[in-house]
């Protein structure tokens, strides 16, 4: 339960409503093949931000961050992006979510990470000094400079989700979307892998990450976008869109908001949460406290 | 003595295992990719399809290698088109398209009322009937594989562990997989003359799962495939000789005997723990020869 202690005031990184516009998606319908899965969607992220996807599981979460990668087929209306200026497009650092991920490749950590700089390592099939200098800087600061010739499948899932960041990092992104970086990891390594992405966000990096854990990660985010049914339900800082209102539309299930002070908890009736027959048990949905 | 160096005074046998060596390291090394991308099918099925090509050329009078490529490209951006159709399913596709080029050769042979020697070459591989214009026409596509992996390794390596993110990451993944498809078309046309329509699936996927079984790293893997393959060709093309078997047949059983090594090998080092041969296990199950 150390998770549900409320978080200090002031725990949360500020939003930042000033900085320059880095993505901005225009009544966008994404998908793949035939049809959209995201429609009509408006969202603007900026330099700076550091903001959470939530949503039911096929809700479109990883959509909506592909869409931002330039993984989907666009519908209707558009992508905008900000890259520095003199280059053709923004830098992304993509982290997949787990199950996206060909864990039996012949792959070591190390030849993983170098993926993310590919571009600059020239012609040369193999990296030069400077680049195997950046891998180890890079695996020294998140705690995996032991295992840079370790194959990627013989890893705990926090030294997985470390080597994708890696990757992601060692291109010095503009823009740092990752897909559920704390599925599948234990307590201690959610908090550590928050951590960093909190003291990378400080440290400047633009960061959208989805997730499905609502308590331990998305309430601590200074922003969050539901994303239900294929559209956007509600943007803005937990206070705001943590409302039972909200998390209705977009789990189709009667949850449970409480709030103490700076810390908000939802409480989720696991029955209608994944069956969606709320109608049934019905729970009252009034927001406790304030 | 004498009689081990004795195939050696003929001029077409010398020029068989130089064509089977290459050929073997040519298809080890193109078979990493098609492997790691599970496309096994598609160097099957664009084996028995450019066959179809062979007999076409051969009834219209036209060479065999313009023919064949040409009829390889065509078979290329057929399969790539088709297996995007999600609906019918990529293998299906190829396989209803591939067999329909095999079967139409095969309607023009038993049409044209001879079943010449160069058709049986086509089917089954006829190594010691290479002509100093195939084994030209081997060294260039080795020559022309080799340059493009060199140039592409990394684009190569990032499109087969993850297309999707490598787009995001800057790789002009549709480029690299039309040269890709271009390599592999080449590969199979080179090595119909060696090793026939029916075993070039053979000699793409065996070498490069049997490296997989050894190694946890990608350029390992490659490495091992190429050498693997090269040296399968030459041996299997000198005992050949001595014991009376089609050429093209010893060299895949060669290669298979070696699999089975590898296999047992990984097996044995599976039951200790930690040595990551579970893994490697695990990682061709996906594998298949058809
Ligand atoms: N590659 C794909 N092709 C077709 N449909 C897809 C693909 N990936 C996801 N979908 C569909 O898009 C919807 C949203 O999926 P996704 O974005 O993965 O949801 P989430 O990440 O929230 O679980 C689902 O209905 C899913 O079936
Ligand atoms: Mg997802």
């Known amino acids: 339960?150390?998770?549900?202690?409320?978080?200090?005031?002031?725990?949360?990184?500020?939003?930042?409503?000033?900085?320059?516009?880095?993505?901005?998606?225009?009544?966008?319908?994404?998908?793949?093949?035939?049809?959209?899965?995201?429609?009509?969607?408006?969202?603007?992220?900026?330099?700076?931000?550091?903001?959470?996807?939530?949503?039911?599981s096929g809700s479109g979460k990883t959509t909506l961050l592909r869409a931002i990668a330039g993984q989907t087929r666009r519908f209707a209306g558009a992508i905008e992006t900000r890259p520095r200026p003199g280059e053709r497009a923004l830098r992304l650092g993509y982290v997949p979510q787990v199950e996206a991920i060909n864990w039996n490749f012949p792959l070591t950590v190390g030849q993983a990470v170098l993926m993310g700089r590919w571009r600059e390592m020239g012609w040369r099939p193999w990296p030069r000094r400077h680049d195997r200098e950046l891998l180890a800087n890079i695996l020294e600061r998140l705690g995996i400079g032991h295992l840079v010739g370790r194959q990627i499948r013989a890893l705990s899932g926090g030294q997985q989700q470390r080597t994708f960041l890696a990757r992601a990092l060692i291109g010095d992104p503009d823009l740092l979307l990752l897909d559920e970086p704390t599925s599948g990891v234990d307590i201690k390594t959610r908090h550590e892998i928050m951590h960093l992405l909190g003291e990378?966000?400080?440290?400047?990096?633009?960061?959208?990450?989805?997730?499905?854990?609502?308590?331990?990660?998305?309430?601590?985010?200074?922003?969050?976008?539901?994303?239900?049914?294929?559209?956007?339900?509600?943007?803005?800082?937990?206070?705001?869109?943590?409302t039972p209102e909200v998390l209705r539309r977009t789990y189709g299930a009667d949850m449970l908001v409480l709030r103490r002070g700076d810390a908000i908890y939802v409480v989720e009736h696991l029955d209608d949460a994944m069956t969606g027959e709320s109608e049934e048990t019905p729970v009252p949905a009034t927001p406790v406290g304030g | 003595m004498g009689e081990l160096t004795e195939p050696f005074q003929f001029e077409f046998f010398v020029r068989g295992m130089v064509a089977a060596t290459l050929v073997g390291l040519l298809c080890g090394a193109v078979g990493v990719y098609v492997v790691l991308r599970s496309l096994a099918y598609i160097g099957h099925g664009l084996a028995h399809s450019i066959f179809g090509g062979a007999v076409v050329s051969f009834v219209s009078g036209i060479s065999f290698y313009i023919g064949a490529t040409l009829w390889g490209v065509f078979t290329v951006l057929l399969?790539?088109?088709?297996?995007?159709?999600?609906?019918?399913?990529?293998?299906?596709?190829?396989?209803?398209?591939?067999?329909?080029?095999?079967?139409?050769?095969?309607?023009?042979?038993?049409?044209?009322?001879?079943?010449?020697?160069?058709?049986?070459?086509?089917?089954?591989?006829?190594?010691?009937?290479?002509?100093?214009?195939?084994?030209?026409?081997?060294?260039?596509?080795?020559?022309?594989?080799?340059?493009?992996?060199?140039?592409?390794?990394?684009?190569?390596?990032f499109t087969t562990?993850?297309?999707?993110?490598?787009?995001?990451?800057?790789?002009?993944?549709?480029?690299?997989?039309?040269?890709?498809?271009?390599?592999?078309?080449?590969?199979?046309?080179?090595?119909?003359?060696?090793?026939?329509?029916?075993?070039?699936?053979?000699?793409?996927?065996?070498?490069?799962?049997?490296?997989?079984?050894?190694?946890?790293?990608?350029?390992?893997?490659?490495?091992?495939?190429?050498?693997?393959?090269?040296?399968s060709g030459l041996v299997g093309v000198y005992v050949s000789w001595f014991i009376d078997v089609s050429s093209g047949a010893t060299v895949v059983l060669l290669q298979g005997a070696l699999f089975a090594v590898a296999l047992a090998w990984a097996v044995a080092r599976s039951r200790w723990p930690g040595t990551g041969s579970g893994e490697r296990l695990a990682a061709i199950e996906g594998a298949t020869l058809d």
Not at chain 2, 104 to 111: E, F, H, K, P, W
């Open chain 2, 79 to 157: 399969i790539n088109a088709a297996a995007r159709r999600r609906q019918i399913g990529g293998d299906a596709a190829i396989g209803i398209i591939t067999t329909c080029a095999f079967a139409l050769g095969v309607a023009l042979i038993s049409r044209h009322g001879q079943f010449t020697r160069d058709f049986d070459a086509a089917l089954f591989g006829e190594i010691l009937g290479i002509t100093s214009g195939d084994l030209a026409v081997i060294g260039g596509v080795l020559v022309l594989a080799a340059a493009v992996i060199f140039a592409f390794w990394k684009q190569l390596l």
């Open chain 1, 200 to 242: 990378l966000n400080r440290a400047g990096t633009t960061i959208l990450m989805s997730t499905h854990d609502l308590n331990a990660v998305a309430t601590h985010l200074p922003r969050l976008v539901c994303v239900g049914e294929g559209a956007l339900v509600a943007d803005g800082a937990p206070e705001g869109v943590l």
């Open chain 2, 161 to 231: 562990f993850d297309s999707d993110v490598a787009s995001t990451y800057g790789v002009p993944v549709p480029w690299v997989e039309a040269l890709f498809s271009l390599v592999l078309a080449a590969t199979v046309i080179a090595s119909l003359q060696v090793l026939g329509a029916t075993l070039i699936a053979a000699a793409l996927v065996i070498p490069p799962v049997t490296a997989r079984l050894l190694t946890d790293s990608f350029t390992r893997m490659f490495t091992l495939a190429a050498l693997l393959g090269g040296a």
């Open chain 1, 1 to 56: 339960m150390v998770e549900l202690a409320p978080s200090a005031p002031g725990h949360r990184p500020p939003p930042h409503p000033d900085g320059e516009p880095l993505v901005e998606l225009r009544d966008l319908s994404t998908g793949y093949e035939r049809t959209p899965v995201l429609r009509n969607v408006d969202f603007t992220l900026r330099r700076g931000e550091f903001a959470g996807v939530v949503g039911p």
